[in-house]
């Protein structure tokens, strides 16, 4: 690993995430995805003379929402800037953006990474708007779609406080998570909706040297992020190794793939945009990168500031649902579940949300709960492709099924299956329970008659138990699970039995 090299990763990660609203961020366009082409764009989104923006307002909410769950301030006012390039998906040849007076400043996330906990502080949280796309189809020639143009656009700035690939994944696991949470982006990365961008640098470890860094572009998992970091981190290690005349050798490798090999003519140590290619385990040189300053950035002269209440941001923060990092906290220390347990629940919000209706429904042990959750449940789950069109199984059914088995009136065995039939089914347990008679008999008076007709049938098995072959009292009660059907209760039996054939 580079690491072993002396040398560490500094890195600072970009994140875009595109908003959930209805309508794009200056105009009334519709923001749907895999629309035709074209359709949905006005003069104000395809940049025509004479056109004027009017914010959208719940974009600006959800920017506002994203801060404070990322522990931001959030400035009382905040500004939008044009940013200038000329690019042929960006119609207004500018892109309105924010810059020195962004909504949010100063935040943090805190991520476990391999079980030690690292804050990761978050620089600014700003509101954008986004760019059409470009679709190259052959040499010579290529369409623009402006339908992605205006779509309102978050894009939440690190401090370079990442120094290995695996901060970073699990910095952006954690980050996409909190924000399908709050319900400010849908999280698609092949759908381009969330897009990262980390800057990468290496310098001596121990030493604060800044370097010349790297920016990766068009990563499309968090996997080519995670193979980016980790070639960037040994490619410049390299790069610094030569130009200090000394050979160490570096070279990468993740979990589960072959070494990295870093391309030895590829060690130029420049600020440039890279991009990743996957098939062969490495990043290669796009462009070299532009200097902010290049961006002539100035207030928009068409927009407002924006200012926000005290009471308004309180609201919003009122609003916040328990975040996930709070969740894990309650799972593990107010109901006593393992951290990986509380971790697989808390993935996912309507999986946590789940748990919690059927623990609240049960009222009992949310522990048992939980059981059911991480095995059967889960288990059909997944096999279900994680669909929750498919979950039939109410939180208050499987409270339900949790009943049934603490007052006795199905064993573990059946409410396995009586599970499974209400996953497929949709009916609640007890309707099931009582549509196939398996509820559990524990009753004696019900009992005894059928022990005495198995006792009556099998003489020469009684009489060698009585010898002394008690053994055999297992077949005896197998028979009168048979003639039940399986639902005499085995614990009630045994005792009759044992009575009956005088054995203490
Ligand atoms: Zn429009
Ligand atoms: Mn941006």
């Known amino acids: 690993m580079a690491e072993a090299t002396g040398f560490e990763a500094v890195v600072g990660m970009e994140v875009h995430a595109e908003l959930l609203t209805e309508s794009k961020m200056f105009c009334g366009c519709g923001t749907q995805f895999g629309a035709s082409p074209n359709t949905l764009c006005c003069p104000v989104c395809t940049g025509l003379p004479g056109s ?31 940013k200038n390039y000329f690019y042929p998906d960006l119609p207004k040849a500018y892109q309105i953006s924010q810059y020195d007076v962004p909504i949010g400043v100063n935040g943090h996330l805190d991520v476990r990474v391999n079980g030690e906990m ?25 369409f623009v779609d402006y339908n992605r143009s205006g779509v309102p656009l978050m894009e939440i700035v690190t401090e370079p406080d990442i120094h290995s690939a695996d901060e970073a994944r699990e910095y952006l696991i954690a980050l996409r998570r909190i924000l399908l949470y709050i319900e400010v982006s849908d999280g698609r990365m092949e759908q381009g909706s969330l897009r990262c961008e980390p800057n990468i640098s290496v310098r001596p470890r121990g030493t604060d040297e800044l370097n010349s860094k790297t920016e990766l572009k068009n990563l499309s998992s968090f996997r080519v992020v995670y193979l980016g970091i980790q070639y960037e981190t040994a490619r410049q290690a390299l790069a610094l190794e030569k130009q200090r005349g000394i050979s160490l050798g570096a070279s990468a490798t993740v979990p589960g793939q072959p070494p990295l090999k870093v391309d030895v003519r590829d060690t130029a140590l420049t600020q440039e945009t890279r991009r990743c290619d996957e098939p062969n385990l490495k990043t290669v040189s796009m462009r070299t990168k532009e200097y902010a300053h290049d961006y002539r950035y100035f207030p928009e002269p068409d927009l407002v500031p924006v200012t926000f209440e005290e009471a308004w941001i309180e609201g919003v923060r009122a609003g916040l649902p328990e975040l996930p990092a709070a969740r894990l906290h309650r799972y593990t220390e107010e109901i006593g579940l393992s951290e990986y347990d509380a971790g697989v629940l808390v993935e996912e919000r309507a999986l946590a949300d789940y748990f919690d209706t059927a623990a609240r429904a049960y009222g009992g042990d949310a522990k048992k709960i939980a059981n059911w959750m991480q095995s059967d449940w889960l288990r059909l789950f997944n096999a279900g492709g994680r669909d929750w069109t498919g979950v039939r199984v109410t939180p208050d059914a499987l409270a339900e099924l949790v009943h049934l088995q603490d007052e006795g009136k199905i064993t573990g065995k059946l409410a396995k299956s009586v599970f499974e039939t209400a996953w497929e089914t949709g009916k609640t347990p007890a ?74």
């Open 52 to 82: 004027l923006p009017v914010p959208n307002r719940k974009a600006v909410e959800l920017v506002v929402r994203t801060a404070l769950a990322l522990n931001c301030e959030v400035n009382r006012a905040c500004l939008f800037h044009r």
């Open 118 to 142: 690292r804050r990761i502080r978050i620089r600014r949280v700003h509101l954008e708007e986004d760019t059409g796309k470009l679709l190259h189809v052959e040499r010579d020639t290529s």
């Open 431 to 504: 309707a099931i329970v009582q549509e196939q008679g398996i509820e559990v008999v524990g009753d004696e008076a019900q009992l005894l008659p059928v022990i005495d007709g198995v006792l009556a049938e099998n003489e020469r098995v009684v009489a060698d138990i009585r010898a002394g072959k008690v053994g055999k009292l297992n077949f005896l009660v197998g028979q009168v699970m048979r003639v039940t059907k399986g639902s005499a209760a085995p614990d009630v039996v045994q005792r009759l039995m044992r009575d009956r054939l005088g054995l203490t």
